[in-house]
């Protein structure tokens, strides 16, 4: 199954990945906050581990885009163009 051209497998781990960072955020709040305030420290500590978290979100978003791009022709089935400008399409079409 395709969602805009791109299959269902990307769209669920780009969706995974965001979802999986969103909870990370959720808990590492959760455990700045447990005693009522923020240090510097835990500031510090929450930003540097959450480049991981982003990479793979950026990563997963990256491929993403490139499925976008690389949309099929619903004419000739080609990538690289799209149903107005396929060089495949007749002028009666």
């Not at 769209?11 to 979802?19: E, F, I, K, R």
């Not at 991981?52 to 690289?80: F, M, N, P």
């Amino acid at each position: 199954m395709q969602i805009q051209g791109v299959d269902l497998e990307v769209w669920v781990a780009v969706l995974a990945a965001l979802g999986a960072l969103v909870l990370w955020g959720l808990k590492r709040y959760r455990t700045v906050m447990a005693d009522g305030k923020v240090t510097l420290d835990e500031v510090i500590g929450t930003l540097e581990g959450s480049e991981e978290h982003i990479d793979e979100v950026d990563e997963k978003v990256d491929r993403l885009k490139d499925a976008l791009k690389a949309r099929k022709c619903s004419v000739c089935g080609g990538t690289g163009h799209d149903k107005r400008n396929c060089p495949n399409k007749t002028e009666e079409e």
